[in-house]
């Protein structure tokens, strides 16, 4: 059986409104980040109720450099054994040892009970994958669990936009949480997202990135 792929489809409003915002980019002369990334990066912050939203390049980028800011090398991060390779890649490229957590087949996320078996004294958090956009009923009881063992808990919600548990928004749980706008995601926009209601210091790394290393403002 051949599964087409998604043709995602783009009204004739939504052609003329996007061919327009590009030509003031071109007519600026502004390439990257600029006025739109701002306002995107506002929308969405207010969107997800967040206190910070920063676009940065990539799912993978983000969840990497907020492993940096975590320090995480020589440690040990706790991954669902389900997820994408490049949520593992994360913590891998930020010098981290990572051990899967297998997962309940009913909610697509470890329980509890499956984190207690991936535990080790050298866990430093979690990185937990709304799969599918599914928030797992556990999630509650997962951050007590984590704040219990003194652990951090990233959100991977590369599909979760809009997903919502207890009309509380998906990578609002925990430290951070990663939004993927890759063009196969619920929302498509060419940039990737990193929701922290807690971390503004991603922001400055992503801005000194972005100029090869040198101080933003001096």
Excluded at 47 to 60: D, E, F, L, N, V
Aim: charged share 20%.
């Amino acid at each position: 059986m051949k599964i087409e792929p998604v043709n995602i489809f783009f009204s004739e409003d939504d052609e003329a409104f996007i061919t327009t915002e590009i030509k003031k980019c071109l007519q600026r002369g502004q390439l990257s980040n600029g006025d739109h990334v701002e306002a995107f990066e506002n929308e969405f912050a207010t969107y997800t109720h967040s206190r910070y939203a920063i676009a940065m390049s990539c799912g993978t980028a983000t969840i990497e450099n907020t492993m940096r800011l975590l320090k995480v090398a020589n440690k040990e991060v706790i991954v669902a054994a389900n997820a994408f390779f490049s949520t593992a890649l994360g913590p891998l490229l930020a010098g981290a040892k990572v051990c899967l957590a297998d997962i309940n087949p009913t909610t697509f996320a470890p329980s509890v009970e499956d984190l207690e078996n991936a535990i080790t004294e050298n866990s430093v958090g979690v990185i937990l994958v709304h799969m599918g956009g599914i928030v797992t009923p556990e999630l509650p009881q997962i951050r007590r669990w984590c704040d219990e063992h003194n652990l951090w808990l990233f959100e991977d919600c590369a599909h979760a936009h809009g997903s919502l548990h207890e009309h509380q928004h998906a990578g609002t749980f925990g430290l951070a949480g990663g939004f993927s706008f890759f063009a196969t995601k619920v929302i498509t926009s060419g940039k990737e997202v990193c929701s922290l209601p807690m971390m503004k210091m991603l922001r400055q790394r992503r801005d000194s990135i972005g100029i090869s290393g040198s101080r933003i403002n001096g």
